[in-house]
């Protein structure tokens, strides 16, 4: 089995990030893309191709569309000489060198140094309606669309933090923002939860869920459900924001240490961790260990931290 240098699971901008400096290393990585999985995530170019405009990454004075902004880094990794690989990691040996990773398309994978990338996926509720919309009103992310609503009427799904910084984020646009949440009770803290409720912008709505989403092109309603009696009432709406929570994926390494909420725990030189000790020469970047920022910005800054490592790891231990 050919034993590679660098393979990197993941193909967001963490992942792509690594492989320019890992390949501009000499180190000819190969990167496990991933592929479309059923009930979501695998997405080939990671979450940034399931958003439209970026405007916020450094470089782009007029914004950037998010796909254009993946199919670029992975040319530009490409022309320093990485591979990719159309499939995705199911299991992961990371007990002996070289470490090997098992794929879902039935390959092994043997390597020296492996980069995990793979990214977190934000929860849906499953309705049908939500992912044929998905950019076109129904959004998972307040800071990268929020800017687009301006004036408009928007619902946010969840009781957690992330709902309430969102919908606190999307009151700088919108004319409302609804927060619906299935219970009376929140999960978020109480400053955050505090801060939406004296936002003269917010309305709460519960104990509701959101039960369809209509529109053609875009967002026009929702109909919400009565958490308890099963009331239905429709409303108009101009965007729906689900706030309720992101899966980092990591479902293939159950040896590495996670954190409290499940993102793979690394220490500051993005070192993986398995039982508190460091695992030599298994790193981690992007969103999977990222449950704070998690933004294309810092992730890139990981994946390069991510490559630094490995190329001095390889050093090292095959100078
Ligand atoms: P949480 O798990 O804390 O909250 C998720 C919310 O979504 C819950 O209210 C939950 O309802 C609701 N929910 C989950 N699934 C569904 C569903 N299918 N339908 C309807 N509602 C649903 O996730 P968060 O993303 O909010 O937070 C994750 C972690 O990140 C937390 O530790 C949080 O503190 C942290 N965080 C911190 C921030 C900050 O400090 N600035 C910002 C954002 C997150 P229910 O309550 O009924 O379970």
Redesign the pocket.
């Known amino acids: 089995m050919p034993e590679e240098n660098v393979l990197i699971i993941g193909s967001g901008i963490a992942g792509f990030t690594a492989a320019i400096y890992a390949a501009r290393a000499n180190l000819n990585p190969l990167v496990l893309s991933g592929m479309p999985l059923p009930g979501g995530g695998g997405v080939l170019g990671g979450q940034l191709t399931t958003t439209t405009e970026v405007e916020n990454f450094p470089g782009f004075e007029h914004g950037v569309q998010g796909p254009e902004l993946m199919a670029t880094v992975q040319r530009q990794a490409e022309r320093f000489g990485t591979r990719v690989e159309q499939d995705h990691a199911a299991s992961a040996d990371f007990s002996r060198r070289p470490y090997t990773v098992r794929t879902v398309g039935g390959k092994t994978l043997a390597a020296r140094a492996v980069i995990i990338a793979t990214g977190a996926s934000a ?1 849906y ?2 309705l049908p309606a939500e992912q044929r919309l998905l950019g076109h009103g129904v959004s998972a992310c307040a800071t990268c669309d929020g800017f687009f609503f301006k004036g408009k009427e928007l619902y946010v ?9 969102e919908a606190t984020f999307l009151t700088k646009f919108a004319a409302r923002v609804n927060v619906v ?3 009376d ?5 109480p400053i ?1 939860l505090r801060r939406a409720q004296e936002n003269p912008k917010i309305r709460f709505k519960t104990p509701y ?2 039960a369809d989403v209509h529109g053609e092109a875009k967002v026009e309603g929702l109909t919400l459900e009565h958490a308890a009696n099963g009331s239905r009432e429709r409303v108009p709406a101009d965007g729906l924001f689900l ?4 899966q980092p994926n990591t479902a293939a390494f159950p040896t590495l240490d996670k954190d ?2 499940g993102y793979l725990r690394a220490d500051e030189r993005t070192r993986c961790l398995s039982g508190g000790a460091v695992v030599p020469g298994v790193f981690a970047a992007g969103d999977v260990s990222d ?2 920022y998690r933004q294309a910005i810092t992730a890139a800054g990981k994946g390069c931290a991510a490559a630094l490592e490995a190329i001095r790891f390889l050093e090292e231990t095959h100078p």
Do not use: P, Q, Y
């Open positions: 929860k509720l499953g799904v969840g009781g957690g933090d992330t709902a309430m910084e949440h299935r219970r009770a929140f999960k978020a803290s955050m869920a959101v706030g309720i929570g992101h409290e909420v449950s704070r």
